[in-house]
């Protein structure tokens, strides 16, 4: 029998290292002790925009059809 892996994504947002990243270090450190794959992102930190109607995503879409 295959076991998968289970996956949880944590998304925080606050650009300072509070009440919500402790929250967020104590669930993690819970769900990866029962065997949890973690990905986090901490959006504060990152480099995101709003949309620039260049259609990236829509020719993104249109080469995945081909395949």
């Known amino acids: 029998m295959i076991k998968t892996m289970k996956k949880i994504v944590i998304i925080t ?4 290292k509070g009440a919500t990243e402790g929250m ?3 669930f993690q450190m819970a769900v990866e002790a029962r065997g949890f794959e973690i990905i986090r992102f901490n959006v504060a ?4 925009g709003g949309c620039k109607n260049c259609n990236a995503c829509g020719k ?6 081909k395949f």
Do not use: H, I, Q, T
């Not at 947002?13 to 300072?16: A, E, K, L, N, Q």
């Not at 930190?45 to 995101?48: E, I, M, Q, S, Y």
């Not at 993104?60 to 059809?65: M, P």
């Open 13 to 16: 947002g606050s650009p300072r």
């Open 24 to 26: 967020a270090d104590a």
């Open 45 to 48: 930190k990152l480099n995101v």
């Open 60 to 65: 993104a879409a249109a080469l995945a059809d």
